[in-house]
């Protein structure tokens, strides 16, 4: 099978238990200091709205995986797309480790989010030499 195919897979995986990694640590706190983004102070409104994203955001990265397989236009887009949120997710929350921040502090989190790093930056690169031949 593909290595791209691998890669998503595994980014995907790396992806989704970080994001319930984020349900534990009330993540929507983060987003509501960086973005102002859920701009209640209720948690139960907060996670529910936390939920309705993610159930697009997970139908789009299985929906990408399924592209990806099948080698389409849209499933290179959906691998940008991943590689780049993974990169995304490891420095915003380096940032908010590094400024005190107790969240994903825990050695699990950190190994999550470093593997999310290093499969994000390959997944990136092969979908881009993909592309480009």
Not at 65 to 72: H, P, T
Not at 94 to 106: A, D, L, M, Q, S
Not at 112 to 120: D, F, G, H, K, N
Request: with cysteine; charged share 15%.
């Amino acid at each position: 099978m593909d290595p791209l195919v691998w890669l998503y897979f595994a980014n995907a995986v790396l992806l989704i238990n970080h994001e319930i990694d984020s349900a534990y640590w009330k993540e929507w706190k983060q987003f509501k200091a960086a973005f102002g983004w859920f701009r209640s102070d209720d948690d139960t409104n907060n996670m529910k709205w936390f939920l309705i994203i993610h159930f697009f955001m997970i139908f789009v990265i299985l929906f990408g995986l399924i592209e990806v397989y099948k080698a389409s236009m849209i499933g290179y887009i959906c691998s940008i797309i991943l590689s780049v949120g993974g990169i995304f997710a490891f420095f915003f929350h380096t940032y908010y480790i590094k400024n005190g921040r107790r969240e994903f502090k825990v050695p699990i989190s950190k190994f999550i989010l470093s593997a999310m790093l290093i499969v994000s930056i390959a997944q990136l690169s092969l979908t881009i030499y993909i592309m480009s031949i």
